[in-house]
C-alpha cells in the first residue's frame, strides 16, 4: 500500500485505500539504518482536514501475549564478511558432527520440561502446557511424567511411552538419585514412588516446600543433583504496569536453593532448604557443569541487560532486585527484598547477547568426551538450537566466551541430557509467537518435540575455544586454517551492559578494535591475536573470516567472549592471610550431653579440609592439651560439654592462646567448662536452656566480618537454641543475633546474640550456636561461615619474617603515642601508654616509614573519627583508601570509599581507581583492619616493564580487592615518578586518624 524504502530523512508517503466497516488488519514492516529511526502511521478519515496518529485505542494485539522486546537502538549485523548462516544470522542447519533421531512416536507430542534416565536405560519425561496467559491459575495440574523405553535405538517405532504420573504443577525439573526420582514442581520438590514395583508412581512424598509462587512466572527451575542434594532455581514475578514488568514478589524468589530430600518436617519447612544465591530472574536451567561449578542460567529483563550464564557462589547477587515499592491487591505494601539484594553484584561467567546467540537460554550441559571436553552446550526456547560454551579462570574469576552450534531441531531446545549411549537427548517447548521458536521452513512456532543427537564422527572447520591472553586473545581452531596471519581478517567489536529498572538493556560504550598483530601455530590450528583497547569487564565480539587449507568455510565465525578479567603477568601465589591453610585440631569429647550430629560435624570438616586445603586431626583424648599444641593453629570445640579439660590441660590451651592460638566453638561449646572463668571469657558465653528444635530468624548484625558478610539478609534456618547465663555483648564483638519474636522459647530478650568472635588473651576466638542438627553440617552457608571462622582465628601469629613498625621507624612530627585510642568530639583521644599512633590534628603531617619497600604484605590497624578519612601508600604512591564510609551500600561504592584502590589525577580530573568488592568498615570509633598483599612495579634497564599490583586486599578480613594493577601513582602521593622502592607513607594530613599494630613483611 505504502512504499518508503530508501536512505533518507523520515519523510511522509501517502496512499489512499478504501475500507468497509469494521477491523481490518494492517502489516508495517520497518526497518532502519542510518536516518532519523523515527515510525509514525498516521491516517486521515472522511471528511477530516488532517492527518493524526492513529488513536491506541483502535488497535488491538492478541490477548495472553508476554512482549519481551529489549529496549535500545536495533541494527543488522554485517561484520567479517558476507552475511549468512553463522556470520551474523542464525544457524539453520545441523552440526555436521552429528546425526539426528526423532525418538519420540509419532503420536506423542510432549512439551518437555525435563528429562532424566533412570539406571535401567529407560528415559523420563515430564511436559505440561505453559500458562502464559499472564494470569496466575493454582488449580492448573497438567503436567505429566512419561517412561519411554528402547530409545536409545534408531527406530521410533520401537519406543514405547507409558504414562507414570499426572496432576502435576509445572514439572521443569527432574532428577534420579540411584532409584529415587525427585521432581521440581511449582510449589514443592517432591519425590515419586512406585508402591508396588510396576513402573508407575502411584504415591508422592514432599522433600521440599519453603517457598511461595504466587504469580503465574513463578516457577521452580531445577533440579540438579550431587552427594545427595537437590538444587533448583526460583523465578520472580510479571506483573503489568510494574517497571521492566517487574512486580512484587515473596520471601527468597529469584534464589538458587539446596535441598536435603532425606530431612524434609512439614512443621519446619526450612529445615532443609538453604537459599545460596539471590538476584536471579528466570534462572531457567541449573546443572553440575565443568570442573563441579554449580552453574545456572539467565534470561534477560528487569536488571538483566542480557542473558547470562552464572558460575553460583555462596551469597552471591546476580543483578535482578526484587520490587519492593510496586503495590497491587496482594501485596498492599510492596514485595519482599530479595535475601542477597545487598550483596555485591557479581559478574556473570557468561554474557549470550539478546537476538545475536541467545533469546530465552535454558539448559547448560556438559560434554562428557571428544574434543570438547569440559565445554558446554546450552539450549534456547526462542532462540532455538544449541550453543557452544566454555569457561576458564582467571585471577579467580570464571569468564569464557560461546559460539553458535547448531540448529535443525523440531522445537526449541529446553532441556538436555547424555544417555547410557553417548547420544545427547534434546527437549523443547514452546508456548506463543513470543515464546517459542520458530521454524524458517513454516514460518511456525513450534511447542513441542523430542529427539537426539549422535556423534557420527564427522567435524567441522570452527572455531574449538578462545582464550584470553595478556595481550588480546589465543583462537584455537578444528582444523588448520589458510592464511591466519592476516590482520584484516578479523573483525572485533566490544561493549558492556548497566543494569536498569528496564525490561532487557541496550549495549553501552561500543567500540571497533583492530587486530594488530596475528601470529599463527606451526600446524595452523591456533592464531594469537594482539588487539590494544581491551578493556576489563567488556563483551568482546570477534568474527573470523577466514578458511580451512582445505577451503571450508567456518561452521560459525563469530565468538562472543566475556572478558571480566584480563590476564595478567604471574604474580606470586599469596594471600593477606596469615595462615591461609592453617592447621586445627577438632576436638569433640563429652562428659555431659552428647550430640547424635558430632560424626556429621567431623564428616562435614574432614570434607572442608580436603576441599580447601588446610590440615584437620580429630580427637576425643583431652590429653593432647597437656602435651602441648604448639603443631596447631587452631583449635575447634566441636559440640564439647561437661568439664573435660584437667587442670594440666587447662593450662596447656592457655598457652596455646597466649601464644597467638585461634579459637572456634561450635555449639554446645558454650556448655562446657562452665566453671572455669578463663574458658568463659575465651568462647564468651555459657549455656543456660533452650526450647524445642524450631524455625528461627537470624539478624546479620555486623557484616564487616568474613564469617558474615555473605550471609543473606533474612536467614531463616532450623536449629536448637539457647539461652545464655549472661549476654556475652559487653565482652565480644556481636556478629549475628536471634529475633525471638520468631520463635518460642526464647528468653534473652531484644538483643539475642548468636555468633561472635574476639581479640583474648593474645589469641582469636570465634563462636557460633549453630550446629545442634546433624542437618547442619551438610547446608553449604554454615560450612561457609565456619570455615571463615577457622581463617579469622587463625590470623592471630604475625608471621615469620615481619618487621614490626614501632615509633623510632616514621617521623612522628605531628603524631602522639598512647596505649590505646577513642574518639571524642571528633578527634583522636589517647590514654597513656605505648603502641598507638595517633594524630592530634594540630600540626597535619604524614607517617613516611625511614625504611624502603617493594613486594610486601602489610598489616595495618586504624580507626577514624565520623567524616574521617586517611590512606595507606605502598611505596608512598599507591593508595588505599580510608574513610568512614559505613553502613554505605555497595552499589553506591566508589573508589574514594574505605577499601577502595584510589583514583589517579591528571590534567585537574581523576581517572581509573577501584571501588572495594563489599562495604566492610566498621563504624567510626571502632578498630579497623587492613591486610595487604603488594606487588610493586618491575623495570629492566631504567624502563618500567610491568605496573604495579595489589594482589589483595582484606578489610576486616573480608576481600575487597583482588589483583588489582594500579598503572601510576594515584592521586596525593608522595611522588609522581616510579621506582623498585619505596616507604610506607600513611596520610596524616586530611585529619584525626589513629594506628597500631604496623607491621611489613618483605616478599621475594
Same mark, same amino acid.
Given at each position: 500500500?505504502?512504499?518508503?524504502?530508501?536512505?533518507?530523512?523520515?519523510?511522509?508517503?501517502?496512499?489512499?485505500?478504501?475500507?468497509?466497516?469494521?477491523?481490518?488488519?494492517?502489516?508495517?514492516?520497518?526497518?532502519?539504518?542510518?536516518?532519523?529511526?523515527?515510525?509514525?502511521?498516521?491516517?486521515?478519515?472522511?471528511?477530516?482536514?488532517?492527518?493524526?496518529?492513529?488513536?491506541?485505542?483502535?488497535?488491538?494485539?492478541? #490477548?495472553?501475549?508476554?512482549?519481551?522486546?529489549?529496549?535500545?537502538?536495533?541494527?543488522?549485523?554485517?561484520?567479517?564478511?558476507?552475511?549468512?548462516?553463522?556470520?551474523?544470522?542464525?544457524?539453520?542447519?545441523?552440526?555436521?558432527? &552429528?546425526?539426528?533421531?526423532?525418538?519420540?512416536?509419532?503420536?506423542?507430542?510432549?512439551?518437555?520440561?525435563?528429562?532424566?534416565?533412570?539406571?535401567?536405560?529407560?528415559? !523420563?519425561?515430564?511436559?505440561?502446557?505453559?500458562?502464559?496467559?499472564?494470569?496466575?491459575?493454582?488449580? !492448573?495440574?497438567?503436567?505429566?511424567?512419561?517412561?519411554?523405553?528402547?530409545?536409545?535405538?534408531?527406530?521410533?517405532?520401537?519406543?514405547?511411552?507409558?504414562?507414570?504420573?499426572?496432576?502435576?504443577?509445572?514439572?521443569?525439573?527432574? *532428577?534420579?538419585?540411584?532409584?529415587?526420582?525427585?521432581?521440581?514442581?511449582?510449589?514443592?520438590?517432591?519425590?515419586?514412588?512406585?508402591?508396588? @514395583?510396576?513402573?508407575?508412581?502411584?504415591?508422592?512424598?514432599?522433600?521440599?516446600?519453603?517457598?511461595?509462587?504466587?504469580?503465574? %512466572?513463578?516457577?521452580?527451575?531445577? !533440579?540438579?543433583?550431587?552427594?545427595?542434594?537437590?538444587?533448583?532455581? !526460583?523465578?520472580?514475578?510479571?506483573?503489568?504496569?510494574?517497571? #521492566?514488568?517487574?512486580?512484587?514478589?515473596?520471601?527468597?524468589?529469584?534464589?538458587?536453593?539446596?535441598?536435603?530430600?532425606?530431612?524434609?518436617?512439614?512443621?519446619?519447612?526450612?529445615?532443609?532448604?538453604?537459599?545460596?544465591?539471590?538476584?536471579?530472574?528466570?534462572?531457567?536451567?541449573?546443572?553440575?557443569?565443568?570442573?563441579?561449578?554449580?552453574?545456572?542460567?539467565?534470561?534477560?529483563?528487569?536488571?538483566?541487560?542480557?542473558?547470562?550464564?552464572?558460575?553460583?557462589?555462596? @551469597?552471591?547477587?546476580?543483578? %535482578?532486585?526484587?520490587?519492593?515499592?510496586?503495590?497491587?491487591?496482594?501485596?498492599?505494601?510492596?514485595?519482599?527484598?530479595?535475601?542477597?539484594?545487598?550483596?555485591?553484584?557479581?559478574?556473570?561467567?557468561?554474557?549470550?547477547?539478546?537476538? +545475536?546467540?541467545?533469546?530465552?537460554?535454558?539448559? =547448560?550441559?556438559?560434554?562428557?568426551?571428544?574434543?570438547?571436553?569440559?565445554?558446554?552446550?546450552?539450549? /534456547?526456547?526462542?532462540?532455538? $538450537?544449541?550453543?557452544?560454551?566454555?569457561?576458564?579462570?582467571?585471577?579467580?574469576? &570464571?569468564?569464557?566466551?560461546?559460539?553458535?552450534?547448531?540448529?535443525?531441531?523440531?522445537?526449541?531446545?529446553?532441556?538436555?541430557?547424555?544417555?547410557?549411549?553417548?547420544?545427547?537427548?534434546?527437549?523443547?517447548?514452546?508456548?506463543?509467537?513470543? &515464546?517459542?521458536?520458530? /521454524?524458517?521452513?513454516? #514460518?511456525?512456532?513450534?511447542?513441542?518435540?523430542?529427539?537426539?543427537?549422535?556423534?557420527?564422527?564427522?567435524?567441522?572447520?570452527?572455531?574449538?575455544?578462545?582464550? =584470553?591472553?595478556?595481550?588480546?586473545?589465543?583462537?584455537?581452531?578444528?582444523?588448520?586454517?589458510?592464511?591466519?596471519?592476516?590482520?584484516?581478517?578479523?573483525?572485533?567489536?566490544?561493549?558492556?551492559?548497566?543494569?536498569?529498572?528496564?525490561?532487557?538493556?541496550?549495549?553501552?560504550?561500543?567500540?571497533?578494535?583492530?587486530?594488530?598483530?596475528?601470529?599463527?601455530?606451526?600446524?595452523?590450528?591456533?592464531?594469537?591475536?594482539?588487539?590494544?583497547?581491551?578493556?576489563?569487564?567488556?563483551?568482546?565480539?570477534?568474527?573470523?573470516?577466514?578458511?580451512?587449507?582445505?577451503?571450508?568455510?567456518?561452521?560459525?565465525?563469530?565468538?562472543?567472549?566475556?572478558?571480566?578479567?584480563?590476564?595478567?603477568?604471574?604474580?606470586?601465589?599469596?594471600?593477606?592471610?596469615?595462615?591461609?591453610?592453617?592447621?586445627?585440631?577438632?576436638?569433640?569429647?563429652?562428659?555431659?550431653?552428647?550430640?547424635?550430629?558430632?560424626?556429621?560435624?567431623?564428616?562435614?570438616?574432614?570434607?572442608?579440609? *580436603?576441599?580447601?586445603?588446610?590440615?584437620?586431626?580429630?580427637? +576425643?583424648?583431652?590429653?593432647?592439651?597437656?602435651?602441648?599444641?604448639? +603443631?596447631?593453629?587452631?583449635?575447634?570445640?566441636?559440640?564439647?560439654?561437661?568439664?573435660?579439660?584437667?587442670?594440666?590441660?587447662?593450662?596447656?590451651?592457655?598457652?596455646?592462646?597466649?601464644? $597467638?592460638?585461634?579459637?572456634?566453638?561450635?555449639?554446645?561449646?558454650?556448655?562446657?567448662? =562452665?566453671?572455669?572463668?578463663?574458658?568463659?571469657?575465651?568462647?564468651?558465653?555459657?549455656?543456660?536452656?533452650?526450647?524445642?528444635?524450631?524455625?528461627?530468624?537470624?539478624?546479620?548484625?555486623?557484616?564487616? %566480618?568474613?564469617?558474615?558478610?555473605?550471609?543473606?539478609?533474612?536467614?531463616?534456618?532450623?536449629?536448637?537454641?539457647?539461652?545464655?547465663?549472661?549476654?556475652?555483648?559487653?565482652?565480644?564483638?556481636?556478629?549475628?543475633?536471634?529475633?525471638?519474636?520468631?520463635?518460642?522459647?526464647?528468653?534473652?530478650?531484644?538483643?539475642?546474640?548468636?555468633?561472635?568472635?574476639?581479640?583474648?588473651?593474645?589469641?582469636?576466638?570465634?563462636?557460633?550456636?549453630?550446629?545442634?542438627?546433624?542437618?547442619?553440617?551438610?547446608?553449604?552457608?554454615?560450612?561457609?561461615?565456619?570455615?571463615?571462622?577457622?581463617?579469622?582465628? =587463625?590470623?592471630?601469629?604475625?608471621?615469620?619474617?615481619?618487621?614490626?613498625?614501632?615509633?623510632?621507624?616514621?617521623?612522628?612530627? @605531628?603524631?602522639?603515642?598512647?596505649?590505646?585510642?577513642?574518639?571524642?568530639?571528633?578527634?583522636?583521644?589517647?590514654?597513656?601508654?605505648?603502641?598507638?599512633?595517633?594524630?592530634?590534628?594540630?600540626?597535619?603531617?604524614?607517617?613516611?616509614?625511614?625504611?624502603?619497600?617493594?613486594?610486601?604484605?602489610?598489616?595495618?590497624?586504624?580507626?577514624?573519627?565520623?567524616?574521617?578519612?586517611?590512606?595507606?601508600?605502598?611505596?608512598?604512591?599507591?593508595?588505599?583508601?580510608?574513610?568512614?564510609?559505613?553502613?554505605?551500600?555497595?552499589?553506591?561504592?566508589?573508589?574514594?570509599?574505605?577499601?577502595?584502590?584510589?583514583?589517579? &589525577?591528571?590534567?585537574?580530573?581523576?581517572?581509573?581507581?577501584?571501588?572495594?568488592?563489599?562495604?566492610?568498615?566498621?563504624?567510626?570509633?571502632?578498630?579497623?583492619?587492613?591486610?595487604?598483599?603488594?606487588?610493586?612495579?618491575?623495570?629492566?634497564?631504567?624502563?618500567?616493564?610491568?605496573?604495579?599490583?595489589?594482589?589483595?586486599?582484606?578489610?576486616?578480613?573480608?576481600?575487597?580487592?583482588?589483583?588489582?594493577?594500579?598503572? #601510576?601513582?594515584?592521586?596525593?602521593?608522595?611522588?609522581?615518578?616510579?621506582?623498585?622502592?619505596?616507604?610506607?607513607?600513611?596520610?596524616?594530613?586530611?585529619?584525626?586518624?589513629?594506628?597500631?599494630?604496623?607491621?611489613?613483611?618483605?616478599?621475594?
Amino acid at each position: 500500500m505504502i512504499d518508503n524504502d530508501g536512505i533518507h530523512p523520515a519523510r511522509p508517503v501517502e496512499s489512499t485505500v478504501r475500507l468497509t466497516k469494521g477491523s481490518h488488519r494492517l502489516k508495517v514492516r520497518f526497518f532502519e539504518n542510518s536516518g532519523e529511526e523515527r515510525l509514525l502511521l498516521e491516517v486521515r478519515g472522511p471528511g477530516k482536514a488532517a492527518f493524526s496518529v492513529v488513536d491506541k485505542t483502535m488497535l488491538r494485539s492478541p #490477548g495472553g501475549l508476554t512482549r519481551v522486546t529489549s529496549p535500545g537502538t536495533k541494527r543488522l549485523l554485517r561484520p567479517g564478511g558476507p552475511l549468512r548462516p553463522g556470520n551474523g544470522m542464525p544457524l539453520v542447519g545441523l552440526h555436521p558432527g &552429528w546425526d539426528l533421531i526423532t525418538i519420540r512416536p509419532e503420536d506423542f507430542k510432549p512439551q518437555v520440561g525435563a528429562l532424566a534416565f533412570l539406571p535401567d536405560g529407560s528415559l !523420563l519425561v515430564s511436559t505440561f502446557k505453559p500458562n502464559q496467559t499472564g494470569s496466575f491459575q493454582p488449580e !492448573l495440574k497438567d503436567g505429566k511424567i512419561w517412561r519411554l523405553t528402547g530409545v536409545t535405538g534408531n527406530d521410533r517405532k520401537k519406543v514405547n511411552v507409558q504414562l507414570v504420573a499426572e496432576n502435576l504443577q509445572e514439572p521443569l525439573g527432574l *532428577a534420579t538419585i540411584g532409584n529415587n526420582v525427585y521432581l521440581s514442581q511449582r510449589t514443592e520438590i517432591t519425590q515419586l514412588i512406585d508402591k508396588d @514395583g510396576d513402573g508407575v508412581y502411584e504415591g508422592r512424598k514432599t522433600v521440599g516446600k519453603a517457598w511461595i509462587s504466587d504469580n503465574y %512466572h513463578h516457577f521452580t527451575f531445577g !533440579l540438579a543433583s550431587r552427594e545427595g542434594l537437590l538444587y533448583a532455581s !526460583l523465578s520472580t514475578s510479571i506483573t503489568s504496569g510494574a517497571p #521492566g514488568i517487574n512486580g512484587p514478589n515473596p520471601p527468597n524468589r529469584g534464589t538458587v536453593m539446596v535441598i536435603d530430600p532425606a530431612l524434609y518436617d512439614p512443621a519446619m519447612p526450612m529445615q532443609n532448604v538453604q537459599f545460596l544465591s539471590g538476584g536471579h530472574r528466570t534462572p531457567n536451567g541449573i546443572e553440575i557443569g565443568p570442573y563441579g561449578l554449580l552453574l545456572v542460567g539467565e534470561n534477560q529483563g528487569a536488571w538483566q541487560p542480557a542473558n547470562k550464564l552464572n558460575v553460583v557462589q555462596i @551469597g552471591g547477587f546476580y543483578g %535482578h532486585y526484587n520490587n519492593i515499592e510496586f503495590k497491587t491487591d496482594a501485596y498492599p505494601n510492596g514485595g519482599v527484598k530479595g535475601p542477597y539484594d545487598d550483596q555485591p553484584l557479581m559478574a556473570p561467567a557468561l554474557y549470550l547477547p539478546q537476538n +545475536e546467540c541467545a533469546n530465552s537460554p535454558a539448559q =547448560a550441559v556438559t560434554i562428557p568426551s571428544g574434543p570438547f571436553r569440559d565445554q558446554m552446550l546450552i539450549s /534456547d526456547v526462542k532462540y532455538g $538450537g544449541l550453543r557452544r560454551a566454555w569457561l576458564e579462570q582467571i585471577d579467580g574469576v &570464571w569468564q569464557g566466551g560461546v559460539v553458535q552450534y547448531s540448529q535443525g531441531f523440531e522445537v526449541g531446545t529446553n532441556r538436555m541430557v547424555f544417555g547410557p549411549d553417548g547420544a545427547l537427548y534434546v527437549g523443547g517447548i514452546g508456548a506463543t509467537e513470543t &515464546w517459542a521458536w520458530t /521454524d524458517p521452513k513454516t #514460518g511456525q512456532w513450534t511447542t513441542y518435540g523430542l529427539q537426539k543427537i549422535r556423534p557420527n564422527g564427522k567435524s567441522a572447520f570452527e572455531i574449538a575455544a578462545v582464550k =584470553a591472553t595478556p595481550t588480546g586473545f589465543r583462537v584455537k581452531f578444528t582444523k588448520p586454517v589458510a592464511s591466519a596471519d592476516r590482520e584484516a581478517a578479523y573483525v572485533v567489536r566490544q561493549w558492556n551492559y548497566e543494569p536498569t529498572p528496564d525490561y532487557g538493556g541496550d549495549k553501552k560504550n561500543r567500540e571497533d578494535l583492530k587486530v594488530t598483530l596475528a601470529r599463527a601455530s606451526k600446524d595452523g590450528t591456533e592464531v594469537d591475536l594482539t588487539i590494544p583497547g581491551l578493556k576489563e569487564r567488556r563483551v568482546v565480539y570477534l568474527n573470523c573470516d577466514l578458511k580451512a587449507e582445505s577451503g571450508e568455510a567456518l561452521w560459525a565465525s563469530e565468538c562472543w567472549y566475556t572478558l571480566t578479567k584480563k590476564p595478567s603477568s604471574p604474580v606470586q601465589v599469596t594471600s593477606a592471610l596469615i595462615t591461609p591453610n592453617p592447621r586445627v585440631l577438632v576436638f569433640s569429647e563429652t562428659k555431659g550431653f552428647r550430640h547424635d550430629s558430632i560424626p556429621a560435624g567431623i564428616d562435614a570438616v574432614k570434607r572442608l579440609a *580436603a576441599q580447601r586445603g588446610f590440615t584437620a586431626s580429630f580427637t +576425643e583424648d583431652s590429653s593432647v592439651f597437656a602435651s602441648g599444641l604448639g +603443631e596447631y593453629d587452631v583449635v575447634l570445640f566441636l559440640n564439647t560439654t561437661g568439664d573435660v579439660l584437667d587442670e594440666r590441660e587447662q593450662v596447656g590451651l592457655q598457652r596455646f592462646i597466649a601464644a $597467638g592460638g585461634g579459637y572456634v566453638g561450635v555449639h554446645s561449646a558454650t556448655d562446657t567448662e =562452665a566453671d572455669w572463668p578463663w574458658y568463659v571469657q575465651l568462647v564468651g558465653a555459657t549455656f543456660k536452656s533452650h526450647p524445642a528444635i524450631q524455625q528461627a530468624f537470624i539478624k546479620i548484625e555486623d557484616r564487616a %566480618h568474613p564469617t558474615t558478610c555473605f550471609l543473606p539478609n533474612n536467614w531463616t534456618r532450623v536449629d536448637e537454641w539457647y539461652n545464655f547465663k549472661a549476654n556475652p555483648r559487653p565482652f565480644v564483638r556481636v556478629l549475628a543475633t536471634l529475633d525471638e519474636a520468631s520463635y518460642q522459647g526464647g528468653d534473652m530478650g531484644a538483643d539475642h546474640p548468636i555468633i561472635w568472635c574476639h581479640e583474648f588473651d593474645g589469641g582469636r576466638s570465634w563462636y557460633t550456636e549453630l550446629g545442634h542438627t546433624s542437618s547442619t553440617y551438610r547446608e553449604p552457608i554454615f560450612l561457609e561461615s565456619l570455615y571463615q571462622g577457622i581463617l579469622w582465628v =587463625a590470623q592471630a601469629k604475625r608471621p615469620a619474617g615481619s618487621e614490626v613498625l614501632g615509633p623510632k621507624d616514621w617521623n612522628l612530627s @605531628g603524631w602522639n603515642e598512647g596505649g590505646n585510642a577513642s574518639i571524642a568530639n571528633g578527634r583522636v583521644a589517647l590514654v597513656p601508654g605505648t603502641g598507638v599512633l595517633g594524630n592530634t590534628g594540630a600540626s597535619p603531617s604524614h607517617l613516611v616509614s625511614k625504611a624502603q619497600y617493594g613486594d610486601c604484605q602489610v598489616h595495618v590497624e586504624f580507626m577514624i573519627p565520623p567524616g574521617g578519612n586517611s590512606g595507606v601508600y605502598l611505596q608512598g604512591r599507591y593508595e588505599v583508601q580510608i574513610l568512614d564510609s559505613y553502613g554505605r551500600a555497595w552499589r553506591d561504592l566508589q573508589h574514594s570509599d574505605c577499601g577502595g584502590i584510589y583514583q589517579r &589525577w591528571k590534567n585537574d580530573a581523576g581517572f581509573e581507581g577501584t571501588p572495594p568488592a563489599r562495604n566492610a568498615v566498621r563504624p567510626p570509633g571502632q578498630w579497623n583492619t587492613y591486610d595487604i598483599v603488594f606487588r610493586a612495579p618491575r623495570f629492566e634497564g631504567g624502563r618500567k616493564t610491568e605496573n604495579a599490583r595489589f594482589v589483595e586486599v582484606r578489610l576486616n578480613g573480608v576481600i575487597v580487592q583482588n589483583d588489582i594493577e594500579v598503572t #601510576g601513582p594515584t592521586r596525593a602521593s608522595m611522588a609522581e615518578d616510579e621506582v623498585a622502592t619505596g616507604p610506607l607513607f600513611l596520610q596524616g594530613d586530611h585529619g584525626p586518624v589513629a594506628y597500631r599494630n604496623l607491621w611489613i613483611k618483605p616478599l621475594k
